[in-house]
Protein backbone atom coordinates (compact mmCIF):
# COMPACT_ATOMS: atom_id res chain seq x y z
CA UNK A 1 0.00 0.00 0.00
CA UNK A 2 1.52 3.28 -1.06
CA UNK A 3 2.07 5.70 2.20
CA UNK A 4 3.69 8.74 0.31
CA UNK A 5 4.51 10.14 -2.94
CA UNK A 6 6.45 13.00 -3.30
CA UNK A 7 7.23 15.51 -6.12
CA UNK A 8 8.75 18.74 -7.05
CA UNK A 9 12.10 17.70 -7.60
CA UNK A 10 14.45 18.97 -10.40
CA UNK A 11 17.57 20.38 -11.49
CA UNK A 12 18.86 24.21 -10.51
CA UNK A 13 21.55 26.26 -10.14
CA UNK A 14 22.94 27.72 -6.87
CA UNK A 15 21.03 29.92 -5.43
CA UNK A 16 17.87 28.94 -6.80
CA UNK A 17 14.79 27.53 -5.37
CA UNK A 18 12.25 24.49 -5.65
CA UNK A 19 9.10 23.37 -4.11
CA UNK A 20 8.56 19.50 -2.87
CA UNK A 21 5.47 18.26 -2.48
CA UNK A 22 4.12 15.48 -0.51
CA UNK A 23 0.92 13.29 -0.52
CA UNK A 24 0.36 10.86 2.24
CA UNK A 25 -2.12 7.91 3.12
CA UNK A 26 -4.77 9.48 5.82
CA UNK A 27 -3.62 6.84 8.06
CA UNK A 28 0.56 7.97 7.68
CA UNK A 29 -0.50 11.81 8.23
CA UNK A 30 -3.21 12.19 10.81
CA UNK A 31 -1.63 12.93 14.15
CA UNK A 32 1.27 12.53 12.94
CA UNK A 33 4.52 14.90 13.04
CA UNK A 34 5.93 15.28 9.38
CA UNK A 35 9.14 15.61 8.02
CA UNK A 36 11.51 16.06 5.24
CA UNK A 37 14.34 14.01 5.09
CA UNK A 38 17.52 13.82 2.21
CA UNK A 39 19.98 11.29 1.48
CA UNK A 40 23.05 12.09 -1.01
CA UNK A 41 25.43 9.35 -2.12
CA UNK A 42 27.34 7.62 0.52
CA UNK A 43 25.43 9.58 3.50
CA UNK A 44 22.85 8.47 5.72
CA UNK A 45 19.30 10.03 5.32
CA UNK A 46 19.02 12.94 7.39
CA UNK A 47 16.01 14.91 8.71
CA UNK A 48 16.12 18.34 7.51
CA UNK A 49 12.36 19.68 8.90
CA UNK A 50 9.66 18.56 10.56
CA UNK A 51 6.20 20.15 11.37
CA UNK A 52 4.02 18.83 13.82
CA UNK A 53 0.13 18.80 13.56
CA UNK A 54 -0.40 21.77 14.86
CA UNK A 55 2.07 23.51 13.04
CA UNK A 56 5.08 23.59 14.88
CA UNK A 57 8.49 23.38 12.67
CA UNK A 58 12.09 22.44 13.72
CA UNK A 59 15.01 22.36 11.28
CA UNK A 60 18.88 21.21 10.90
CA UNK A 61 21.11 24.10 11.30
CA UNK A 62 22.03 23.86 7.80
CA UNK A 63 19.14 24.67 6.28
CA UNK A 64 17.38 27.48 8.87
CA UNK A 65 16.73 30.19 7.19
CA UNK A 66 16.75 28.86 4.00
CA UNK A 67 13.91 26.10 3.32
CA UNK A 68 10.16 25.76 5.08
CA UNK A 69 8.07 23.53 5.94
CA UNK A 70 4.38 23.46 5.62
CA UNK A 71 1.21 21.12 5.84
CA UNK A 72 -2.12 20.72 4.91
CA UNK A 73 -3.98 18.43 6.97
CA UNK A 74 -7.15 18.80 4.86
CA UNK A 75 -5.44 17.85 1.94
CA UNK A 76 -2.96 15.57 3.77
CA UNK A 77 0.00 17.45 2.02
CA UNK A 78 3.44 18.48 3.37
CA UNK A 79 5.07 21.36 1.27
CA UNK A 80 9.39 22.16 1.12
CA UNK A 81 10.11 25.45 0.16
CA UNK A 82 13.78 25.71 -0.26
CA UNK A 83 15.25 28.83 -1.04
CA UNK A 84 18.92 30.27 -1.76
CA UNK A 85 19.89 26.22 -2.69
CA UNK A 86 23.22 25.10 -2.46
CA UNK A 87 25.31 22.12 -4.11
CA UNK A 88 25.29 20.44 -0.37
CA UNK A 89 21.60 20.17 -0.98
CA UNK A 90 22.67 17.74 -3.72
CA UNK A 91 20.12 14.22 -2.50
CA UNK A 92 17.09 12.41 -2.40
CA UNK A 93 14.70 13.90 -0.63
CA UNK A 94 11.99 11.75 0.99
CA UNK A 95 8.35 12.19 3.25
CA UNK A 96 7.27 10.55 6.03
CA UNK A 97 6.29 10.51 9.95
CA UNK A 98 9.11 11.99 12.03
CA UNK A 99 11.40 10.78 13.41
CA UNK A 100 12.59 8.25 11.63
CA UNK A 101 12.18 5.75 13.93
CA UNK A 102 8.34 5.84 13.75
CA UNK A 103 8.69 6.07 10.01
CA UNK A 104 6.90 3.92 7.51
CA UNK A 105 7.55 2.30 4.05
CA UNK A 106 9.68 4.89 2.24
CA UNK A 107 8.32 6.21 -0.64
CA UNK A 108 10.83 5.95 -3.74
CA UNK A 109 11.58 10.27 -3.06
CA UNK A 110 12.33 13.27 -5.27
CA UNK A 111 15.97 14.36 -6.49
CA UNK A 112 17.39 17.49 -5.82
CA UNK A 113 20.58 18.43 -8.02
CA UNK A 114 22.11 21.73 -7.59
CA UNK A 115 24.65 22.25 -9.78
CA UNK A 116 25.64 25.21 -12.15
Known amino acids: QVQVVESGGGLVQPGGSLRLSCAASGSLFTYSTMGWYRQAPGKQRELVAS???????NYVESVKGRFAISRDNAKNTVSLQMNSLKAEDTAVYYC??????????WGQGTQVTVSS
Open 96 to 105: NRAPISIARP
Open 51 to 57: ITRHGAT
